[in-house]
């Protein structure tokens, strides 16, 4: 059997022509990016990693191989044992480390030698990573985006959930960022991706895309969250044209309860947030809020934060960086119809949505209903 190897462009062409792609990386390398799909097979672990380097440059390079190697061996081992052994002949893995070299080089002469059609990732990860960052360059400008625009608790989020189900193209930026957006936006007890892993995430999203059909994406700032969106496809976005969403302030604050149902229950992780405000509302402010939502007035919380803090800043920037939004054609009283739905979606067309007076629970149901 021969050993393929194939280069970063080649490879991403079509990842899915490979039946596994097996990245054997440390674990913590693996964490912060991999491509997608990848599952992590380490050659060395962490700490074992550490440990040879250590040897390698205090002892001897000779004794670190040595030991490293002894290492690689048993790594491997245990993965043809737990992985491999109910794989079929015709299994075709792509495998890859860092650069391409040594870890991932032992683990597929071993694979190959059993008779696998395996390929090595030329370059390894490092090379992926720089195809990932020069397409992210250029890819935004292959579609026609529609930005849906909107003061927070408008529904954005939630419109562009009920077109995705129905089968339009939506790029969901808060889902591959695991943010809301929002200084208020991380969800108690989870993380956000790192920053490498998030631009994979939205490369590889974008990839999915047609572009012949428009795309969908909601009116985010230049971060979500710590992370930061690819500039080109912000500079896209702000020339797009835009549909804007508007539903009444009661509702509004009502949709954000619901949504952030975890702050309602949780008050002193509402509160811990709140402090991120310190510096732009101050300590008396903040404090005001705070007392609020210790005394259950969360909901009063709530309408402050949206008069005082997010409309006049999102309005702001909205004005600033979406020059469309000064072309809306017309006004949709959007109530659910068919007639309204083909106006709404119209490709090219800049709409101003208000949404009817109804209920929250109300509104997510005509939301899912208008769109199916």
């Given at each position: 059997?021969?050993?393929?190897?194939?280069?970063?462009?080649?490879?991403i062409a079509d990842l899915s022509r490979f039946d596994s792609i097996v990245d054997a990386r440390s674990e913590s390398e693996f964490a912060e990016d991999r491509l997608p799909g990848?599952?992590?097979?380490?050659?060395?672990?962490?700490?074992?990693?550490?440990?040879?380097?250590?040897?390698?440059?205090?002892?001897?390079p000779f004794e670190a191989k040595k030991r490293g190697a002894a290492l690689v061996a048993r790594n491997i081992a245990r993965?043809?044992?737990?992985?491999?052994?109910?794989?079929?002949?015709e299994w075709m893995p792509l495998v890859y480390c860092w650069r391409g070299g040594k870890r991932s080089g032992a683990l597929a002469t071993v694979l190959d030698q059993i008779g696998f059609r395996v390929h090595v990732l030329e370059g390894g990860?490092?090379?992926?990573?720089?195809?990932?960052?020069?397409?992210?360059?250029?890819?935004?400008?292959?579609?026609?985006?529609r930005v849906v625009?909107?003061?927070?608790?408008?529904?954005?989020?939630?419109?562009?959930?009920?077109?995705?189900?129905?089968g339009a193209q939506v790029l969901d930026l808060e889902t591959l960022a695991n943010h809301r957006g929002s200084v208020l936006g991380l969800v108690p007890g989870s993380e956000q991706p790192s920053q490498k892993h998030f631009d994979t995430r939205v490369w590889h999203a974008l990839r999915q895309l047609d572009p012949a059909r428009p795309v969908f994406v909601e009116s985010e700032s230049k971060k979500i969250g710590e992370l930061r969106v690819p500039e080109p496809l912000i500079q896209r976005m702000r020339s797009s044209p835009c549909l804007w969403l508007e539903l009444a302030f009661?509702?509004?604050?009502?949709?954000?309860l619901r949504e952030y149902d975890f702050f309602v229950t949780d008050t002193a992780a509402f509160c811990d947030r709140l402090d991120a405000l310190r510096t732009l509302r101050g300590n008396v402010v903040v404090d005001a809020w705070q007392e609020k939502a210790r005394a259950g007035a969360t909901a009063d919380v709530v309408r402050d934060l949206l008069e005082m803090h997010y409309d006049p800043i999102y309005?702001?920037?909205?004005?600033?960086?979406?020059?469309?939004?000064?072309?809306?054609?017309?006004?949709?009283?959007?109530?659910g119809?068919?007639?309204?739905l083909v106006e709404l979606l119209q490709v090219g067309h800049q709409v101003h949505v208000v949404v009817a007076q109804r209920l929250v629970h109300e509104f997510v149901e005509f939301v899912a209903d208008l769109v199916c």
């Open positions: 059997m021969s050993l393929a190897s194939i280069t970063a462009t080649d490879a990848a599952v992590n097979w380490p050659s060395l672990s962490d700490g074992e990693r550490a440990a040879i380097g250590t040897e390698y440059k205090q002892t001897s993965h043809v044992e737990g992985e491999v052994m109910a794989k079929p002949r990860y490092r090379e992926f990573r720089r195809a990932v960052v020069a397409e992210l360059e250029t890819l935004p400008a292959r579609f026609d985006w625009c909107g003061p927070t608790g408008s529904g954005k989020s939630r419109l562009l959930a009920a077109l995705a189900a129905a009661a509702d509004r604050v009502a949709l954000l309005l702001a920037s909205m004005n600033r960086n979406f020059a469309c939004l000064g072309n809306l054609a017309s006004t949709v009283h959007w109530d119809s068919e007639a309204g």
